[in-house]
């Protein structure tokens, strides 16, 4: 039934910084950006970036976790971008580190390094 993660979508109250944060933060330009999403192409994986109005339920979070090599230096960036740490950095067994942060607009951003 499932094949892979495909897109990841956060909610957003300003499409135009949020935007601007994560091209700062990935270096990535959208490959899609229009008034009502922006979509951004990590790999094959989307992100994408939707304004919050009357689609958008109160309280829905999504926690994707993103892969990456240095988790520490990771989470470090991010705070310096003005994310807040959610879950610190935690060794969960097998080579596997996990952490969550929380971007300036609220959404959860799980990062994963290993396996």
Same mark, same amino acid.
């Given at each position: 039934m499932f094949k892979k993660l495909r897109t990841v979508i956060y909610n957003v109250p300003d499409l135009q910084k949020?935007?601007?944060?994560? #091209? *700062?933060? %990935?270096?990535?330009q959208p490959y899609f950006d229009e008034v009502f999403y922006v979509g951004f192409?990590?790999?094959?994986?989307?992100?994408?970036?939707?304004? #919050? *109005?009357? %689609?958008?339920?109160p309280g829905n979070q999504t926690v994707s976790h993103w892969a990456v090599d240095d988790i520490d230096n990771c989470v470090k960036q991010l705070v310096e971008k003005g994310a807040t740490v959610l879950y610190q950095v935690s060794d969960v067994g097998g080579g596997i580190k996990v952490a969550t942060v929380i971007d300036?607009?609220?959404?959860?951003?799980?990062l994963i390094e290993g396996a």
């Open positions: 949020a935007k601007e944060w994560y #091209i *700062d933060l %990935t270096g990535n192409d990590f790999n094959g994986c989307e992100l994408g970036l939707h304004p #919050i *109005d009357e %689609t958008v339920a300036p607009w609220g959404n959860a951003v799980g």
